[in-house]
């Protein structure tokens, strides 16, 4: 089943306040050597690039200091910004590049395209990645018995399509 465990919380993270505007909803928090920042969106990847080259101060570049990105939105380095503006491109090839980030958590309701299979796909550091079946495209609620597929890596998007449905077909 699906599970997330709270670990900044045994570290007292301190709210340092919202990047750029709050109206964005990209906050930032600390912890002794991390800096939690999130949600990020494309929208909001400039803040997020400003953070991770020292414009809100040097500690996220000290040696041995770890960036979390908490429940990013990102879709693909090519999508951030204007074509004009290729410093925060050239930023976004580089901070988004996969070998940069090893994914802690991530759990995303899914539907496919015609809105028949609904699902839920977690992925955990060390755990792999799990395709849940859900009830609904509101369901966040998976039984024990109804995990579709498990892989040691993220699965392709086309490969996660096809068992949905499989298990959508087969319970119609």
């Known amino acids: 089943m699906p599970h997330c465990v709270c670990w900044p919380r045994r570290y007292d993270p301190q709210f340092l ?23 990020g969106t494309n929208a909001t990847f400039a803040s997020f690039a400003k953070l991770c080259e020292g414009g809100y101060g040097s500690r996220p570049l000290e040696a ?54 609904f699902g839920l796909l977690v992925g955990s550091y060390g755990l792999g990645w799990h395709l ?3 009830a609904s495209e509101d369901s966040s609620s998976v039984a024990a018995d109804s995990c579709l597929l498990w892989s040691p890596h993220q699965p ?5 399509v096809e068992t949905l449905n499989k298990a959508a077909a087969a319970a119609a």
């Open 17 to 39: 306040g919202m990047l750029e505007s709050p109206a964005d909803g990209f906050g930032c928090w600390a912890l002794p050597d991390t800096t939690l920042a999130g949600i």
């Open 64 to 117: 041995g200091h770890s960036m979390v990105a908490v429940n990013p939105d990102w879709t693909d380095a090519a999508d951030i910004g204007q074509f004009w503006e290729r410093k925060l491109k050239q930023s976004a090839e580089q901070l988004l590049a996969p070998e940069q980030w090893q994914v802690l958590y991530s759990c995303r309701m899914l539907h496919t395209s015609r809105g028949r299979a």
């Open 132 to 134: 849940w079946r859900a």
């Open 156 to 160: 392709e998007q086309s490969l996660v």
